[in-house]
């Protein structure tokens, strides 16, 4: 009786030892499969965050295009409405020019006309006085 005692008492204690090793076998693989899950996560959440930061890069150097093209664009307008002013300025003093230009020489023709004519009558004038005096 008693070596079937032992003999149950050693089954039984081969049958919970079995059972923890099946638990810890179970435990580890578990365990392994969560740090594997944990780890693909990380690796998930790296490479979005890899994503996220190029896709701000890029947002920020259209950003940068987008106001280098504005900037252009202004400078472009500032010296054209510049060359315009400048353009507009040139027209005018050329037309005032001319304009100087023309009276200039149409005093001049009456100055010459008028001197001419006082010419013409101081001779006229002498020529009579002259003519007057010796007829006298």
Do not use: Q, T
């Amino acid at each position: 009786m008693r070596s079937r005692y032992r003999s149950i008492e050693r089954s039984s204690e081969i049958k919970f030892r079995v059972i923890v090793v099946v638990l810890v076998v179970v435990v580890v693989v578990v365990v392994v499969v969560v740090v594997v899950v944990v780890v693909v996560v990380e690796i998930v959440i790296v490479v979005l965050a890899v994503v996220i930061v190029v896709v701000e890069v890029v947002s920020v150097a259209v950003v940068v295009v987008v106001v280098v093209i504005v900037v252009v664009v202004v400078v472009v307008a500032v010296v054209v409405v510049v060359v315009a002013a400048a353009a507009a300025v040139v027209v005018v003093v050329v037309v005032v020019e001319v304009v100087v230009v023309v009276l200039a020489a149409i005093v001049i023709v009456v100055v010459v006309e008028v001197g001419v004519v006082v010419v013409v009558v101081v001779v006229v004038v002498v020529v009579v006085v002259v003519v007057v005096v010796m007829e006298v």
